[in-house]
């Protein structure tokens, strides 16, 4: 996902203590005042001596599994816990939490870290090397693209020591209203032969409408964010951004991804089958999408347990492929994402840490819970491959864990197929994402009419590039 903007830090002041006991350990909840912050900590206590500190971003569903999962490990660790801190933010306040940690010299003893930030936090010494410390024939067991994303040998991603272990393997395959296609007479997307541009473009038409009349449009083919909706678009025509040694920014003498990019923004600037970029900021495509406004949307692997829930999502919906270009090798292609548990170099416990780490990512129990199997809320395609492979497609199939029933579309993104396609996208691989950042602030302009796409990619691509040199430079004088 995009790495945010660092934000300003300020938190409200915290409030609203309640406590629950049982089996030697007690839980603590503290919430943020403020609505604009969804940050909480829970203090899972034990009678030991050791204290952890544990930072991480989390939706409601998922923040609810890991501190379930944590209150086990915790009582099954009571005679050497003291005590667990457990902080959950956002996404986009993770980012400012860090960086004062950072600043202060003081990360907490167990945190996250993308792919697209290994390499630097290894450089700048933040991150423990976990080989010593996990068990090589689990971690064998695991998705190979995650496993290697948490590699790093001080030269390239996907050799040398292990850094991180995956909270998960995710990827976005495209959800669709089924509830709205019924009432537009529209056949369901077939998952075996995804739309290609054109058919994409020709259902969305028939999804867009004014329901109630007023002569204004409020139901939409597809909702699309940029930072995370716009790249399986672009995949799927063949489109990259950088050269194959990942030193050049090439976007202006790029016909597949000018082409692809050309088709994503007129969907909203030209064929008005999307919110405009005014509506969307008034109200978000996922809210609209919760709202039964849009026919199409992205979902992660970690959103099928709120939208099967009745409650968040009361609508009828599966899962299907991005719409496939004219120029690329004929899959549809999204890109694969992931975001790791790490250690601090400098925690007191880093045994219990990379044991408690390892019953978040790679325990088979816990991989029940978080996938579904025990809990029926799936937050994720399991890390434990073999166990993804059989039995969790077995409880899919037979009703145990709801979730939609082309559950296929998923697993041809992670593993590959004749239709689908993954990819780690280009951030993963260079020092920072600041060029990718560049991109993505200018794109509402385009699609609001201000600035033609040509335009807009001569003014963007020098200034991308400086940020590519700049991460570049970052990289070869930290590992100097």
Not at 3 to 14: D, F, I, Q, S, V
Not at 139 to 167: F, H, M, R, T
Not at 321 to 330: A, K, N, Q, R, S
Request: aromatic residues 12%; charged residues 25%.
């Amino acid at each position: 996902m995009k790495r945010k903007k660092l934000l300003a830090l300020g938190l409200a002041a915290l409030m609203g203590l309640s406590a629950l006991t049982g089996c030697g350990v007690t839980t603590t909840s503290e919430e943020g005042e403020s609505t604009s912050s969804a940050a909480t900590k829970t203090e899972m206590t034990g009678e030991g001596k050791d204290e952890i500190n544990v930072l991480i971003y989390a939706q409601e569903h998922e923040k609810a599994a890991y501190e379930d999962q944590i209150k086990k490990f915790t009582e099954a660790h009571k005679d050497q816990i003291k005590k667990v801190n457990f902080e959950v933010t956002t996404q986009d306040e993770y980012g400012t939490k860090m960086t004062a940690a950072m600043t202060a010299n003081d990360l907490p003893d167990i945190f996250y870290v993308g792919p697209d930030a290994l390499r630097s936090y290894v450089d700048n010494g933040y991150v423990l090397p976990l080989d010593d410390y996990v068990d090589q024939a689990t971690v064998d067991n695991l998705w190979p693209e995650i496993k290697s994303a948490y590699q790093y040998d001080g030269k390239e991603i996907g050799k040398g020591s292990l850094y991180c272990l995956p909270k998960d393997l995710s990827c976005f395959a495209l959800a669709y209203n089924k509830d709205l296609f019924d009432k537009a007479g529209l056949a369901y997307p077939d998952p075996k032969k995804p739309y290609t541009y054109d058919e994409f473009l020709d259902v969305c038409k028939k999804l867009t409408q004014d329901t109630d009349g007023d002569g204004e449009i409020d139901q939409w083919g597809v909702a699309n964010a940029n930072a995370f909706g716009m790249t399986p678009y672009l995949f799927s025509n063949g489109a990259k951004f950088l050269n194959d040694d990942l030193t050049k920014v090439n976007i202006t003498n790029n016909k597949n991804l000018k082409d692809a990019f050309q088709y994503y923004v007129d969907l909203t600037a030209k064929e008005g089958v999307t919110p405009t970029v005014e509506q969307d900021t008034a109200l978000g495509g996922y809210q609209r999408w919760l709202d039964g406004q849009i026919g199409f949307y992205a979902c992660g692997t970690w959103d099928v347990a709120a939208f099967m829930d009745q409650a968040t999502f009361p609508y009828k919906w599966d899962l299907c492929g991005w719409p496939v270009g004219p120029d690329g090798d004929g899959k549809s292609t999204t890109w694969l994402g992931s975001v790791g548990f790490a250690v601090s170099k400098n925690t007191k416990y880093p045994e219990l840490c990379a044991e408690l780490i390892s019953s978040l990512s790679t325990d088979l129990e816990g991989q029940k819970a978080l996938s579904g199997e025990t809990t029926g809320k799936s937050m994720q395609i399991p890390n434990i491959r073999d166990y993804a492979q059989s039995t969790f497609k077995d409880k899919v199939a037979d009703g145990t864990i709801p979730y939609a029933s082309n559950l296929d579309v998923i697993f041809g993104y992670i593993e590959g197929s004749d239709q689908y396609k993954g990819i780690f996208p280009e951030t993963t691989y260079t020092y920072n994402a600041e060029w990718w950042d560049t991109f993505l602030e200018g794109i509402p302009n385009v699609q609001n009419g201000s600035i033609p796409v040509d335009d807009y990619f001569k003014e963007v691509e020098p200034k991308m590039q400086e940020a590519l040199d700049n991460a570049i430079e970052l990289q070869n004088a930290a590992t100097k």
